[in-house]
Nanobody
Framework: QVQLVESGGGLVQAGGSLRLSCVAS????????AGWFCQTPGKEREFAAG????????LYGDSVKGRSTISRDNAKNTVYLDMKSLKPENPAVYYC?????????????????????WGQGTQVTVSS
């Protein structure tokens, strides 16, 4: 199992950039696929980005394609989400998630149900 802690959220101006970080502790993080989800009030969590355990391939949700980059540094047990050209939106909480890739097949899930472990979230607010 792993424990996940997000950081890097805050207030950012529309069009600006922000880096979110997720630090994992516990079992070897390099054996886990990871992802980022965002959630606004009254809505379910929405897939933002995912990355296979090796970091070799990534998947992005439609809302962030071309504007965000997910990456990871397994030596630091950390996954990142670099966002740019942020749009004015209601406050959203970004969650880091992880799931064990038991067979090493390079899985990436876009569904919330595909992930087993979740961080507490970090809030991002975009001002106009």
């Amino acid at each position: 199992q792993v424990q996940l802690v997000e950081s890097g959220g805050g207030l950012v101006q529309a069009g600006g950039s922000l880096r979110l970080s997720c630090v994992a502790s516990g079992r070897t993080f390099s054996r886990y696929a990871a992802g980022w989800f965002c959630q606004t009030p009254g809505k379910e969590r929405e897939f933002a980005a995912g990355i296979q355990r090796s970091g070799g391939r990534a998947l992005y949700g439609d809302s962030v394609k071309g504007r965000s980059t997910i990456s990871r540094d397994n030596a630091k047990n950390t996954v990142y989400l670099d966002m740019k050209s942020l749009k004015p939106e209601n406050p959203a909480v970004y969650y880091c998630a992880a799931v064990r890739d038991y067979n090493g097949g390079g899985i990436i899930w876009s569904r919330e149900s595909g992930y087993e472990y979740w961080g507490q979230g970090t809030q991002v607010t975009v001002s106009s």
